[in-house]
């Protein structure tokens, strides 16, 4: 079985392409070394990732991703457990979306990031979590 979980943060500076880069060699090469697979987006300042593998290993990471001081508000949306992964051949595949582009997703006129932070009552049909299913299907 493997480990699933999503978070949304809210960066704490502007993060350039070159910062951007960095995180995401670094997050790949430690995610490779323990076969920890998942989706990164990010838009207009937030993050949305989906982690998944070895419990231990999701939660050895988690754990160092909620006290990087790159993002704050890190905010655990879902998790749970699953006998396939989402996303086997990424060790952390990345997506950035232009502004607006979140709200077309849902279908809203504008989206207001608040309402990413906050729990809905049936964690699967959080508005973060349509925003990465529109690139993989049943997370
Ligand atoms: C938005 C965000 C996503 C991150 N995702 C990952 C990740 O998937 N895997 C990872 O190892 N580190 C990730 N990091 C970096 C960790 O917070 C931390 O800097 C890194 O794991 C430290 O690695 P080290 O212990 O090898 O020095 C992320 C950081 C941020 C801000």
Do not use: C
Not at 44 to 71: P, S, T, W
Request: charged share 30%; proline share 1%; aromatic share 10%.
């Amino acid at each position: 079985m493997f480990k699933y979980l999503t978070y949304v943060s809210r960066q704490s500076h502007v993060i350039s392409d070159k910062d951007l880069k960095e995180l995401l060699q670094k997050s790949r090469s430690n995610n490779h070394e323990l076969e920890v697979t998942g989706m990164l987006i990010y838009f207009d300042g937030i993050f949305i990732q989906y982690l998944e593998g070895k419990a231990a290993h999701v939660d050895n990471i988690f754990e160092k991703i909620a006290k990087d001081k790159r993002h704050h508000a890190v905010t655990e949306l879902d998790s749970g457990s699953n006998n396939k992964r989402a996303f086997s051949d990424w060790s952390m595949a990345f997506k950035r979306l232009k502004d607006d582009e979140a709200a077309l997703i849902l279908g809203y006129k504008d989206l207001k990031s608040d309402k990413l932070f906050e729990p809905t009552e049936d964690a699967k049909s959080h508005p973060a979590l349509s925003i990465l299913n529109n690139y993989v299907k049943n997370l």
